[in-house]
């Protein structure tokens, strides 16, 4: 459960702590007062989408933490870590855009903040009501409660594949006349790479051949002067003659001292070293062969590839892949009717396939309907809605991507009416009720221990109100609730009941938590009941409200 919610600088809270307790939490105070804005933090520490303007005026950044409690032993687990008492989500949101996540003083990114969130606590907002207005989202809610995810993954595998057959008898399906121009165009091209004789690295060997024919005279000179310099002529000594003349010349003294052998010796390997470089120069010089129209014949090389390139790809390799491509689509299109014969085959196999796995995912699918029919149903007469029909209803298509099954919530709220599309006939406050009753029945299923509710009694008033807060008071005893609301009986059966507030100070706006006593959430109720000016007569009623929900809650222990 969530133990204690910490904010900094997030909107008009400069620094806040509210210590959630187990049950029913809920939160009241006037419109506008920032309870949006406590829920806005619960999600940015979940890793949900936010934005920079989140942070308040002349902060550079703002912070949250979340710490929790009797985490589920799967958390631990996915984080790779010894359970602990205590789990700890932080995040900072910086003003340039930057967010640094921490779970228990460890990096993470945001996206793994959200997917750990997701098992700790889920946020059900106003807008979740109108998801049920929206009829693809009935065959989500029906397979998240009917666990169908791993038949889906074996029905969306085989359909996959069944696809992927299409796709490759449709591209080898063609008119005869689109046929031949293509068998044309491929063999143009083939010929033309194949006249080409093209090589892996030709282009940057004959680049190089290139740059040596364009300087072979200066390259001559410089090698012929570097052997003549070493080696000398029949006129005349070269370094590796006087080299050898000045070792020479210490031959005679190199016995009378330790000095002069040591430089006879350096002479030697100078002698030799200069040695190895008359012989490479030498070699260096007979190497130097190229005819004089070898240059002419390397820049055709390089123009052909130049103009093959245009049209193929940009290097050789490019062009020989693309060469493989086109002999493999002439076979193809060639062998065309074999293939299809082939395929045709394996693609009645895949339907087949796909069709009985389509039929295992609807009769799951069917079977979990009658279930959730019956579950909404329950739920509902509890929340004063025992009038109600409520049906899912199926229809068939061809298998797609999500089966072969068309589903959507039908209902009926009056005796005698028939049955119809939830988005015809649901008032905001018949919403307010299918929706609670479908995250109650669908929360049962997973092991997220806290649930937040922002405003989802909106439209709802009277005997249902009552209803609803004694719905969220019995999910409130498996799970803890944290509830934002207008609605005095809501607040009444709370455990737990905190006051938004806001307030001014040296010209800045502040909005403050403070959990109630006894005393001051009869007042808070009887605010909730007639507006600022409370009278003896609210605080009556806000008192009787109180004695009934602790009433209510002792009937539920």
């Known amino acids: 459960m969530l133990q204690l919610l910490h904010i900094e600088n997030i909107a008009i809270i400069e620094r806040g702590d509210i210590v959630f307790e187990p049950g029913f939490n809920a939160l009241t105070g006037e419109t506008g007062a920032g309870k949006s804005i406590v829920i806005d933090s619960m999600g940015a520490v979940l890793g949900y989408r ?13 912070f949250v933490s979340a710490c929790f409690t009797d985490v589920p032993a799967q958390v631990w687990e996915d984080l790779g870590v010894e359970a602990e008492e205590e789990l700890l989500l932080q995040r900072e949101i910086h003003a340039d855009g930057k967010n640094v996540c921490r779970v228990n003083g460890r ?3 945001v996206s793994q903040l959200r997917t750990l969130g997701s098992r700790l606590l889920n946020i059900h907002g106003q807008h979740d009501g109108q998801q049920l207005l929206d009829e693809e989202q009935h065959l989500v809610y029906l397979d998240a409660f009917g666990r169908t995810a791993s038949v889906w993954e074996q029905y969306h595998e085989k359909y996959s ?16 006349a689109e046929k031949a121009r293509r068998v044309d165009t491929l063999r143009y091209q083939i010929d033309e790479l194949e006249r080409a004789q093209l090589k892996a690295g030709e282009e940057e060997e004959l680049q190089r051949r290139r740059n040596f024919l364009r300087n072979g005279e200066k390259l001559i000179s410089a090698v012929e002067g570097a052997n003549f310099s070493l080696n000398g002529d029949d006129g005349s ?10 070792q020479d010349f210490l031959a005679p003294i190199r016995t009378l001292d330790d000095e002069y052998a040591e430089l006879y010796s350096r002479f030697e390997q100078a002698y030799s070293d200069v040695y190895d470089l008359a012989e490479t120069i030498r070699d260096q010089r007979d190497g130097l062969d190229f005819s004089p129209h070898e240059l002419d014949e390397v820049e055709s090389r390089l123009d052909l590839l130049y103009r093959l390139k245009k049209k193929y790809g940009p290097t050789v390799e490019d062009m020989l892949e693309y060469l493989d491509k086109c002999r493999g689509e002439l076979d193809a299109i060639e062998y065309a009717d074999d293939a299809l014969i ?21 009769a799951m699918r069917k079977e979990a309907a009658a279930e959730l029919e019956n579950r909404i149903l329950t739920e509902l007469q509890q929340l004063d809605m025992g009038k109600i029909r409520f049906s899912v209803a199926f229809e068939e298509q061809e298998p797609a991507e999500n089966g072969a099954d068309t589903v959507r919530f039908l209902m009926s709220a009056n005796v005698g009416e028939e049955l119809r599309a939830i988005n015809k006939i649901a008032s905001g406050g018949e919403l307010a009720r299918i929706m609670l009753a479908m995250k109650n029945v669908l929360s049962e299923q997973d092991q997220v221990g806290t649930m937040v509710f922002d405003e989802v009694d909106t439209g709802v008033s009277g005997r249902a ?3 609803v807060a004694e719905k969220m008071a019995a999910i409130s005893r498996k799970k803890q609730v944290l509830c934002v609301t207008h ?38 109720l009887a605010r909730l009941t007639g507006g600022a000016h409370v009278s003896e007569v609210m605080l009556s009623g806000a008192e009787e409200l109180l004695a009934e929900a602790e009433k209510f809650k002792g009937n539920l222990a």
């Open 107 to 109: 990096p993470v990114t």
């Open 161 to 176: 594949a069944l696809q992927a057959l299409r796709r490759k008898i449709q591209s080898l399906q063609m008119d005869e």
């Open 487 to 524: 609605l005095p009986q809501l607040a009444a059966m709370a455990d737990t009941h905190f006051s938004v507030e806001k307030g001014e100070r040296d010209g800045r706006t502040y909005t403050q938590v403070r959990q109630l006593d006894r005393t001051q959430r009869r007042e808070e």
């Open 342 to 362: 082939h395929l045709e085959k394996q693609r009645a196999k895949a339907e087949k396939e796909t069709a009985e796995a389509a039929r295992v995912l609807s």
């Open 50 to 62: 936010t934005s920079r303007e989140l942070i308040r005026t002349g902060a550079n950044k703002a």
């Open 237 to 246: 000594y070269g370094a590796l003659a006087l080299l050898r003349q000045a």
């Open 465 to 467: 109100a009552q209803k």
